[in-house]
């Protein structure tokens, strides 16, 4: 914390995870380093300490585990679809619990419906919207509710997929990058089950079987998800420096010679999985979440019902494209079919990213943000947009909450999990403008929840390290 020497008092149990309130001590009392803050350091600390003037801060660190999707392959439900981009069901119920959440809850960030899964289990009624299509099918498959005769359906279907040939024929893809991203015979099995699940009859179980299908796309290619996009697996990184292995080579080392029989073998596992959940796990069916392909900034046009309590993680402001991240499914599961298509998705998300500028104005100001922004040193950016990325995110954030605000019923609440980022040495507290944007709309902030630090990249970590509390990730929760 800016205040630097922290203590911990008031200890509690928040729905099973101990909780404990920061105390920071003065500042002036207060020597972490030996040398001087650099002038620059030294003004983000000023503007950190106004930020965070009369917040309630909280060691969250209990929730370090739950705010990142890392126990999702063992979650049922949630392990239909790998989202990386998520959090956990846990996280979700102990919030729903602990604030005895009882009315309506809403998501304008779906992902692969968390929120609404975990509303769902507490018998709430939800809403969410999102502007990926891959995450509203996605939600809208684990949130269904499926009867005996659908269970009858999908096992009889398992059996169908099981007995299915390597046809001759060809199947086509628009996807520019199929050659590069698969083996050619690989490619061909996908596109023959893609195939063959679209002529499935009932709709919920065909949805279920292409959430199965869109879910061995990466473990099968020749690509891995990776940071801010997706990585070739034969590019391999050894203490001298990075080396391609020849494209065939490495699918010789990689894959089995019956490629058809290896693909099929995925997604027989993956669908026996999902049949499992359905059969054993799946918990409450009784109401059933609304979702919406749209954006979260124009969510009213979707429903008008009150809110008592939102629960999201935003996208964070640190130039993450998360649809090029899910580019190869986009493309290979036919949600987009060209380059103008790819654009349009971009464009209409959060402005988190270069890629999501379009000639939309920015209309809300914050004296604290463009204090940071003016600490920028353009030279070592590495891209001159950035300045009107993150001016466009916290415009965004603004039009968001306030309709939020407007939204939430009285003494309703909002969660949000956000990480903080940087630039050229300067630090973007997202969690601190969140609560003073929402002061501003209307909203009191509660709690702020420190749930962990986050690294940055080598060469920030040294012109950081005096302000590395606060690059970190965090739950905000917000009064109306």
Known sequence: MSRQEITYNKKMNFNGFEIESIVAEPSSQYKLFETEF?????????????????????????????????????????????????????????????????????DPFVGSGTTLLASRMNNLKSFGVDVNPISVLV???????YTKEDFDTFGKEI??????????????????????????DILRSLLQFKYHIKAIESEKVRRLFFVAWLSIIEDVSNIKKEG????????????????????????????????????????????????DDLKFKYGRCEIKPEIFLGSCLEFEKYFSDE??????????????????IHKVELWLGDFVSSHKDLRSLRISGFRSNTNALDKKLVT????????????FDSKNLWNKNIPSVVRGYFDDMHTLLSKIYQRTCKKGLVGIVVGNSAYSGVI?????????????????????????HLTTSSQQKKELEPLRNYLRESIVLLKK
């Open 159 to 184: 059996e169908n997929m099981r007995t299915l040939e390597k046809s001759e024929n060809d199947f086509d893809t628009s996807f520019y990058l199929a050659d590069r991203v698969f083996n050619k």
């Open 38 to 106: 650099k002038d620059t350091q030294a003004r983000q600390l000023k503007i950190f300490m106004e930020l965070e003037n009369g917040l309630a801060f909280f060691d969250g660190s209990a929730f370090g585990g739950q705010v990142h999707f890392q126990f999702a392959s063992q979650t049922p439900v949630q392990r239909w679809y790998p989202y990386r981009e998520g959090y956990s069901i846990r996280l979700v119920n102990a919030f729903i619990k602990e604030l005895n959440i009882t009315a309506n809850t809403f």
């Open 228 to 275: 801010n996009g997706i990585k070739y697996k034969n590019r391999k990184r050894t203490p001298t420096g990075y080396v391609n292995i020849e494209k065939g080579v490495w699918e010789q080392q990689n894959f089995p010679s019956n490629k058809f029989h290896f693909v099929k073998t995925k997604i027989l596992k993956q669908l026996e999985v999902i049949l």
């Open 428 to 452: 973007i507290p997202t969690d601190l403008l969140i609560t003073e944007i929402a002061r501003e709309v209307g909203f009191k902030t509660k709690s702020l929840f420190i749930a962990r």
């Open 307 to 324: 809110i008592e309590f939102s629960f999201f993680s935003p996208p964070y402001c640190n130039c993450f494209d998360y649809f090029e």
């Open 139 to 145: 939600a809208k498959v684990e949130n269904e509710q």
């Open 364 to 375: 809300y100001k914050n004296e604290y943000l463009e204090n940071l922004i003016w600490l």
